[in-house]
């Protein structure tokens, strides 16, 4: 009898398990969705598969010079994000992956040419993101064309390098090896943030946050091994990225104002006609303002800024209150690893609205308040 009923068991869990394979299959086959899964499933399978120990190159004496000290770097970051920032590095980083082309992905962001709200898309586990990557580069254009039919501003850039959150050893890809080692160090550490903490749905946050966590993380890295230069010039990259930042959040404030300010259907061609007008002006004060206080970003690149609703939102995603960040990192005495630790105890007391909790706890910081997220006391000795 106990046989016959374990029989019975096993044909049935059989059945559930086909089933569900079945209709895992069709949903991959059959739905949007689930090709473009099924795309980015095999595109980092073979990432996964072409990876080889960094270790082993680094030893390898026929690797040109220079790759091997950029490796050197990435495997030196990475100790320094675990051991000093605290960071959770798991494996990710210590395989490289050669692609067969040198762009990774193609990113494309979409918004209303007539309000400041971008077009989301929603995936399983991370949530809705103003942002959608694409494997295959046709596609990417075919859905930039198609947005731009129905009205929407777009932009569609190339990406280096991605976070799987942890769910994957993530190796250094050969796009990323391309940039210089400044820029290497901080995208190692910016990567290994997204693994270690990453709020659902809040990708303004998360990117921002990842931002200023790079920056300054691969500052204090070249700062420990004694090469002062090359701190000082991250420094003054991330020094460039809040002026930056602080343009955008002006412009948003501007653009989203006028928005306002001209409500409903009947408006809707005044709306644009002003917003195009205030990225005129936007496009002159930066050439003549902006452009003269940064000194890591060249009057060329500044001449080529994307300036409409898509290009402003994509970049206020990585360049959100920047300020805030450094905000903390100023009352944790300067010090990378307490003020990531500190923003994330944060962000953690109020999913729904991380920005607020941050700025709820600077402000009980300066007033000298006792917060239930920690104890926020201010010190005369440090900077305001």
Same mark, same amino acid.
């Given at each position: 009898?106990?046989? /016959?009923?374990?029989?019975?068991?096993?044909?049935?869990?059989?059945?559930?398990?086909? *089933?569900? /394979?079945?209709?895992?299959?069709?949903?991959? +086959?059959?739905?949007?969705?689930?090709?473009?899964?099924?795309? @980015?499933?095999?595109?980092?399978?073979?990432?996964?598969?072409?990876?080889?120990?960094?270790?082993?190159?680094?030893? %390898?004496?026929?690797?040109?010079?220079?790759?091997?000290?950029?490796?050197?770097?990435?495997?030196?970051?990475?100790?320094?994000?675990?051991?000093?920032?605290?960071?959770?590095?798991?494996?990710?980083?210590?395989?490289?992956?050669?692609?067969?082309?040198?762009?990774?992905?193609?990113?494309?962001?979409?918004?209303?040419?007539?309000?400041?709200?971008?077009?989301?898309?929603?995936?399983?586990? &991370?949530?809705?993101?103003?942002?959608?990557?694409?494997? %295959?580069?046709?596609?990417?254009?075919?859905?930039?064309?198609?947005?731009?039919?129905?009205?929407?501003?777009?932009?569609?850039?190339?990406?280096?390098?991605?976070?799987?959150?942890?769910?994957?050893?993530?190796?250094?890809?050969?796009?990323?090896?391309?940039?210089?080692?400044? =820029?290497?160090?901080?995208?190692?550490?910016?990567?290994?943030?997204?693994?270690?903490?990453?709020?659902?749905?809040?990708?303004?946050?998360?990117?921002?946050?990842?931002?200023? &966590?790079?920056?300054?993380?691969?500052?204090?890295?070249?700062? *420990?091994?004694?090469?002062? +230069?090359?701190?000082?010039?991250?420094? @003054?990259?991330?020094?460039?990225?809040?002026?930056?930042?602080?343009?955008?959040?002006?412009?948003?404030?501007?653009?989203?104002?006028?928005?306002?300010?001209?409500?409903?259907?009947?408006?809707?061609?005044?709306?644009?006609?002003?917003?195009?007008?205030?990225?005129?002006?936007?496009?002159?004060?930066?050439?003549?303002?902006?452009?003269?206080?940064?000194?890591?970003?060249?009057?060329?690149?500044?001449?080529?800024?994307?300036?409409?609703?898509? @290009?402003?939102?994509?970049?206020?995603?990585?360049?959100?209150?920047?300020?805030?960040?450094? =905000?903390?990192? &100023?009352?944790?005495? =300067?010090?990378?690893?307490?003020?990531?630790?500190?923003?994330?105890?944060?962000?953690?007391?109020?999913?729904?609205?991380?920005?607020?909790?941050?700025?709820?706890?600077?402000?009980?910081?300066?007033?000298?308040?006792?917060?239930?997220?920690?104890?926020?006391?201010?010190?005369?000795?440090?900077?305001?």
């Amino acid at each position: 009898m106990q046989d /016959s009923a374990r029989r019975r068991v096993g044909r049935w869990a059989f059945r559930i398990a086909l *089933a569900l /394979s079945i209709a895992f299959a069709l949903f991959l +086959s059959l739905t949007e969705m689930g090709r473009y899964l099924a795309r @980015a499933g095999w595109e980092e399978a073979k990432i996964l598969w072409a990876r080889r120990p960094i270790s082993d190159i680094v030893a %390898d004496s026929t690797v040109p010079q220079a790759t091997r000290h950029k490796l050197r770097v990435v495997l030196d970051a990475r100790e320094f994000a675990a051991e000093v920032l605290g960071l959770d590095v798991g494996q990710s980083f210590t395989t490289f992956s050669q692609l067969e082309r040198d762009t990774l992905v193609l990113l494309l962001s979409a918004a209303y040419r007539d309000e400041l709200r971008y077009h989301s898309w929603w995936f399983p586990i &991370v949530g809705r993101v103003p942002y959608k990557g694409w494997f %295959d580069f046709d596609m990417a254009r075919v859905a930039e064309g198609d947005f731009r039919r129905r009205g929407f501003d777009t932009f569609l850039r190339p990406v280096s390098a991605f976070s799987t959150l942890g769910f994957f050893n993530d190796p250094l890809l050969s796009t990323t090896l391309r940039a210089d080692t400044l =820029s290497l160090a901080n995208t190692v550490v910016h990567e290994l943030l997204h693994n270690t903490f990453y709020a659902r749905g809040q990708a303004v946050f998360n990117e921002s946050f990842a931002n200023f &966590v790079g920056a300054r993380g691969s500052a204090e890295f070249y700062r *420990a091994r004694g090469q002062d +230069s090359a701190a000082a010039l991250a420094d @003054a990259r991330w020094q460039d990225e809040k002026v930056m930042a602080r343009f955008w959040e002006r412009l948003h404030r501007e653009i989203d104002s006028t928005f306002k300010a001209h409500p409903g259907d009947s408006l809707r061609e005044r709306r644009i006609a002003i917003r195009d007008s205030i990225y005129s002006a936007a496009r002159v004060n930066l050439a003549s303002r902006i452009a003269p206080l940064l000194r890591t970003i060249t009057p060329r690149n500044i001449e080529r800024v994307r300036l409409d609703n898509a @290009a402003l939102l994509a970049r206020r995603i990585y360049l959100t209150d920047l300020d805030l960040f450094d =905000s903390v990192f &100023v009352r944790e005495r =300067s010090d990378t690893r307490r003020a990531l630790e500190r923003v994330i105890e944060i962000a953690k007391s109020n999913e729904d609205d991380p920005f607020e909790a941050l700025r709820r706890w600077v402000f009980r910081a300066d007033a000298g308040i006792s917060s239930g997220t920690g104890t926020a006391t201010t010190d005369p000795n440090l900077p305001n």
